[in-house]
């Protein structure tokens, strides 16, 4: 997004942007924020309004080699410093390298200071002019610019400078991120002290919600002068070593399809009632009651790709890697030797040690890092405990939309509540993301626990309808087959029917193609 | 006898300085009797001496002598206020009490 600049300060057809570097942001700003304009980052206390406009002047001395000025009302440079150097950002050794300036304007409680007339801020500003000149800065940092209210009384005053200094920094061509606090996190204001009336051109806002007791954090472009950028709220996370990731989520969905490459599952049987395989690109829902086979076919599924010759990433936030690793043996599937091998790599964790956010950045890591062909996730209804509905289905799209960009098949398998027929939570969230649904599912027939095994929907192919026998043994999963003469299964209500209604059903429904 | 430091910190040549230069001189002559000693410091001149002393608007008028330390920020043309501000009113009244 850069062009050679003509002499353009004030009526620009075309807004150059500035690539931030946030990871993600860029994304969705379509570039970056507009170059050489000011924008209002707006957000409550503890949004990350600081560490937003801190990371904005790291990565532009990381990435790009521009140096930055921090002008800071709030916290002190030494504060800021410390609390920076947790993500890497080791400001004290760019101001050094004369990349990084502070200009502190942090309230000092041993200045006691009366009003006496009318006063403005050219001081501040000339302050400024003479940090940007001194780096020669590209990027500058207002933060956070409501602290300088409650020390000036006359608002109007204080916005009436405000704006002053902000047309300088534009003329100093110069891209700056000014942050803002505001109260509530939806609606108007925008900021407090009415901020936005002096920076309204370009506005950034920064939440975080409480949620059904769990916390959201998103990021929510309001809007670019005269150009583009996403629409919408953005889930984003504050990562310990890289600072703020925003997730793209959603924004590169249904980009590519590998056309109509097929993989195996594991199982024969499967493939076949799936049409002769899995799409290498689709996502797989395994739904089913506990004990029904799940994690069994998450083993057929590692196991098949190895002989493939294809790597598969487990993630397991169920069982521990023992556990996982006993059972497969148990099935003839034999983890640890295909981790030597480096066809499978297992990830085992808590749900509950970290945000769905976190969890959402670290598979992308692992992803990218291990470089598979297929990844599992056992169980996706785990981590939904963690998350809130929305949350859920954000998380559950973006690692879809990941996996298929890198054109990688995925299985997740989701618990159901209750042992026989109904559906889990997580399915009526997730469903119509994924690509192919697996239902299994337990059937009492003649006082007996029997397994059904049933594909519900496969996007893009044909598929087999009948709900089939599922066996057990030592040497994994056999699907049998189908239950000819009992009805409700899926209902959890299996009623056996006699021979005179099957053959009425039959002329009903004639066998449609091979099975 | 008292020894005033005053400095002033201004931002250029402006209307708004005059105003504030006369009115402490004025001030200076009328109620400090004593020896001062009032530098006058331009910060678009001197932008590091802002920096160091953290001075954000202009005029800001710094007592740094005697203590305690005063900052008064306008063109202080109010007098009374001006003299609240630099801690001077009260001092006055206390050394007419003696």
């Not at chain 1, 493939?271 to 739904?287: K, Q, T």
């Not at chain 1, 027939?445 to 026998?469: A, C, N, P, Q, Y």
Request: proline letters at 4%; a negative charge.
């Amino acid at each position: 997004m850069s062009t050679p600049e003509q002499a353009r300060p004030e009526h620009a057809r075309y807004v150059e942007k500035v690539a931030t570097g946030i990871p993600g942001f860029d994304f969705i700003a379509d570039g970056g924020l507009p170059k050489g304009r000011t924008a209002l980052v707006a957000g409550s206390a503890g949004s990350g309004k600081t560490i937003f406009a801190s990371q904005f002047l790291a990565e532009g001395i990381r990435r790009h080699e521009e140096s930055g000025v921090f002008i800071t009302f709030e916290e002190q440079p030494l504060d800021i410093r410390r609390n920076m150097m947790s993500f890497g950002w080791d400001i004290a050794r760019w101001e050094v390298d004369g990349v990084w300036i502070f200009v502190d304007a942090s309230p000092e409680p041993s200045h006691e200071m009366m009003i006496v007339g009318d006063y403005d801020f050219g001081a501040l500003l000339a302050r400024i002019e003479h940090a940007v000149r001194a780096v020669n800065a590209k990027r500058v940092v207002l933060d956070s610019i409501g602290a300088v209210f409650s020390v000036f009384e006359s608002s109007s005053r204080v916005r009436h400078e405000l704006f002053r200094i902000a047309s300088a920094l534009r003329e100093m061509g110069v891209t700056t991120v000014l942050t803002a606090e505001r109260r509530e996190e939806h609606g108007a204001p925008i900021a407090l002290y009415g901020v936005e009336e002096f920076v309204a051109d370009n506005v950034v806002i920064l939440r975080n919600v409480l949620e059904d007791e769990k916390r959201r954090r998103t990021i929510e472009i309001l809007k670019f002068r005269g150009t583009t950028h996403k629409k919408g709220e953005y889930p984003f996370t504050v990562m310990p070593s890289d600072g703020i990731i925003v997730i793209p989520l959603s924004a590169i969905e249904l980009k590519q399809r590998s056309g109509d490459m097929r993989v195996t599952s594991g199982n024969v049987d499967l493939d076949r009632m799936c049409g002769g395989g899995l799409f290498r690109d689709s996502i797989i829902l395994v739904s089913g009651a506990t004990g029904t086979g799940k994690t069994l076919m998450v083993t057929h599924f590692v196991h098949g790709g190895a002989a493939a010759g294809e790597r598969c990433l487990l993630f397991a936030f169920e069982e521990s890697r023992e556990q996982l690793g006993r059972n497969a043996i148990g099935w003839g599937t034999d983890f640890d030797a295909l981790e030597e091998e480096g066809k499978l790599k297992v990830v085992c964790e808590y749900p509950e040690s970290a945000s769905l956010e976190d969890h959402l950045v670290r598979i992308k890591g692992y992803i990218e890092e291990f470089r598979p062909q297929r990844i599992a996730i056992d169980s996706v209804s785990a981590l939904e405990r963690i998350s809130t509905v929305r949350g859920f289905r954000e998380f559950v799209l973006a690692v879809t939309a990941f996996s298929k960009h890198k054109e990688i098949t995925g299985l997740f398998t989701a618990t159901t509540p209750s042992l026989t027929g109904g559906t889990s939570v997580t399915e009526a969230h997730i469903s119509s993301i994924t690509d192919t649904i697996v239902l299994l599912r337990y059937v009492e027939l003649f006082g007996e626990m029997r397994r059904g095994l049933t594909v519900l929907k496969m996007r893009g192919s044909t598929h087999e309808k009948d709900i089939r026998e599922l066996v057990i043994d030592n040497k994994g999963m056999h699907i049998g087959s189908p239950f000819r003469n009992v009805a409700g299964i899926l209902a959890g209500n299996p009623v056996q029917i006699g021979a005179a209604e099957m053959e009425r059903l039959d002329r009903l429904f004639p066998a449609d193609g091979g099975l | 006898m008292k020894q005033f430091v005053l400095k002033l910190y201004i931002a250029g040549r402006t209307p708004r300085t005059e105003q504030a230069i006369s009115s402490l001189r004025e001030i200076c002559e009328k109620d400090l009797a004593s020896v001062y000693d009032l530098a006058v410091i331009d910060v678009l001149e001197r932008p590091q001496l802002a920096e160091n002393e953290k001075i954000l608007a202009t005029p800001t008028l710094v007592k740094e002598l005697p203590p305690p330390l005063r900052r008064v920020v306008g063109d202080l043309s109010n007098r009374e206020r001006v003299l609240v501000g630099l801690d001077l009113a009260v001092r006055e009244t206390n050394e007419e009490r003696k």
